[in-house]
Each structure stands twice: as structure tokens, then as C-alpha cells.
């Protein structure tokens, strides 16, 4: 396996190593790993792998059709995915014209370990706020938790929250068994 290379136009020719050489070293790569598995539910090893508090992507569509994509705290929770906006933003308004979303979630150690799921987002009937404090709580380290209850105070409180639920119609995931 090469662990090195050359990168061409920098001064003296100098060798680095590229950013995933040496976790590539400690993992399964993509090809032992096998091919991506697709179904359409969550299974019990996708689950425990959304049950990390992983950065994702949430994908809703604008009127045009082109996809608008956001950085999204999420919760995995009785084969849906949870995720918290507020009614002012466009992936709100986007769902309420046209419910059709997809989901990307990848370990941050290992990019051959990942989730897609597309489906359907609805309106979930729960607590905002309290789903929210408890996103907080799951992404936040304790001493960043003051300073996003100030911030969240700043923008007017939590009275526009809702959460949203996407049903999976299709589960694709890689690397994880």
C-alpha cells in the first residue's frame, strides 16, 4: 500500500502524506468492506451507528427542484430520524411544499463508514424545546451548553421550533456489518 505521495509544484519536491493514508492504515478499506447495502429500513448496525452524535447533511428540495443542503444535529429514534428548524427557514417551507428529503451521515474517523437514507419528512407532534435542549446536550460538551442557551435566548427563544421526522424509503450504508 502507498502511504506517501508526491505532490507535484511544491518547493524541493517534498513528500506528505495524504489525509486518510494513515487511517487507511487501521481500517477496513472500502473494497474489504465490501459493496454498499441497501434496504429499506434501519438495521440494528445502522441504528447503533446513528446512535453517535455524528454531524449529517439533511437534502430538501427548493421550488425549482435543485437540492438545498443543511448541516443538521439529528437523533435516530424508532426507525425515523429527528431533526429541529424553525418554521422560518427555507428547509421548512421546502418540506411543506415537497416532503421528499435525503440524509448523509459519515464517521468522522473513517469516510468507507457511512449512511444515506432517503425518504419522506413530516411534522413530529413532540416537544421543540425540549427536543432541541436534548440535541444540545447530545452534540455539546456541558461547558458549551451556557453559551448556546444565551445564543439560542438572543435569536428570540424557541417559539418558531417544530421537529421534523424523515420516514427512510430507501437505507444505504457502508462499512458498518
Same mark, same amino acid.
Given at each position: 500500500?502507498?502511504?506517501?505521495?508526491?505532490?507535484?509544484?511544491?518547493?524541493?519536491?517534498?513528500?506528505?502524506?495524504?489525509?486518510?493514508?494513515?487511517?487507511?492504515?487501521?481500517?477496513?478499506?472500502?473494497?474489504?468492506?465490501?459493496?454498499?447495502?441497501?434496504?429499506?429500513?434501519?438495521?440494528?448496525?445502522?441504528?447503533?451507528?446513528?446512535?453517535?452524535?455524528?454531524?449529517?447533511?439533511?437534502?430538501?428540495?427548493?421550488?425549482?427542484?435543485?437540492?438545498?443542503?443543511?448541516?443538521?444535529?439529528?437523533?435516530?429514534? %424508532?426507525?425515523?430520524?429527528?431533526?429541529?428548524?424553525? &418554521?422560518?427557514?427555507?428547509?421548512?417551507?421546502?418540506?411543506? =411544499? *415537497? +416532503? @421528499? $428529503?435525503?440524509?448523509?451521515?459519515? %464517521?468522522?474517523?473513517?469516510?468507507?463508514?457511512?449512511? &444515506?437514507?432517503?425518504?419522506?419528512?413530516?411534522?413530529?407532534? =413532540? *416537544? +421543540? @424545546? $425540549?427536543?432541541?435542549?436534548?440535541?444540545?446536550?447530545?452534540?455539546?460538551?456541558?461547558?458549551?451548553?451556557?453559551?448556546?442557551?444565551?445564543?439560542?435566548?438572543?435569536?428570540?427563544?424557541?417559539?418558531?421550533?417544530?421537529?421534523?421526522?424523515?420516514?427512510?424509503?430507501?437505507?444505504?450504508?457502508?462499512?458498518?456489518?
Amino acid at each position: 500500500m502507498v502511504t506517501r505521495r508526491r505532490v507535484l509544484g511544491t518547493a524541493l519536491g517534498a513528500l506528505v502524506t495524504p489525509p486518510f493514508a494513515a487511517a487507511a492504515d487501521e481500517r477496513t478499506n472500502a473494497r474489504a468492506s465490501g459493496p454498499a447495502v441497501e434496504g429499506r429500513s434501519i438495521t440494528p448496525a445502522v441504528a447503533a451507528f446513528l446512535g453517535r452524535p455524528l454531524a449529517s447533511q439533511l437534502v430538501t428540495l427548493n421550488t425549482k427542484g435543485d437540492p438545498q443542503i443543511t448541516m443538521m444535529w439529528f437523533r435516530y429514534e %424508532d426507525g425515523g430520524l429527528l431533526f429541529t428548524t424553525t &418554521t422560518k427557514r427555507i428547509k421548512f417551507r421546502n418540506q411543506q =411544499r *415537497d +416532503p @421528499r $428529503a435525503a440524509f448523509c451521515a459519515a %464517521d468522522p474517523a473513517d469516510m468507507y463508514r457511512w449512511v &444515506t437514507v432517503t425518504g419522506t419528512l413530516s411534522i413530529d407532534g =413532540r *416537544d +421543540p @424545546r $425540549a427536543f432541541y435542549r436534548g440535541l444540545a446536550e447530545r452534540y455539546l460538551a456541558p461547558d458549551a451548553l451556557a453559551a448556546w442557551q444565551a445564543r439560542v435566548a438572543a435569536e428570540g427563544g424557541m417559539d418558531d421550533r417544530t421537529v421534523l421526522r424523515l420516514t427512510p424509503k430507501r437505507v444505504r450504508a457502508m462499512g458498518l456489518g
